[in-house]
């Protein structure tokens, strides 16, 4: 049976089955991977990604995004940029 999840307004919502939440986030990864990024750490349902940074011939180089991606209680995927101070 799936968990049941409190969201942050007291409304209680049914989350989805653990291991289909560690299904759909494995697909997410995979596709972001496909896409081009690396990947900096990774737990069962959530992950920090980066791309690599642009060299430029006469310039520093560009550096790369880092990236937070998850799949939530409720099987939703996220997704959020974090900046420098984040590392």
Not at 30 to 40: F, L, N, P, R, T
């Amino acid at each position: 049976m799936a968990p049941t999840v409190t969201s942050s307004n007291g409304t209680k919502l049914d989350g989805i089955d653990p291991e289909l939440r560690k299904t759909k986030f494995a697909g997410m990864l995979a596709a972001k991977v496909d896409q081009g990024y690396e990947i900096e750490s990774q737990g069962e349902t959530e992950a920090v990604v980066v791309t690599r940074g642009r060299r430029r011939r006469f310039h520093a180089a560009i550096d790369g995004k880092r990236q937070r991606i998850s799949i939530d209680e409720q099987g939703r995927p996220r997704s959020h940029g974090l900046d420098e101070g984040a590392r």
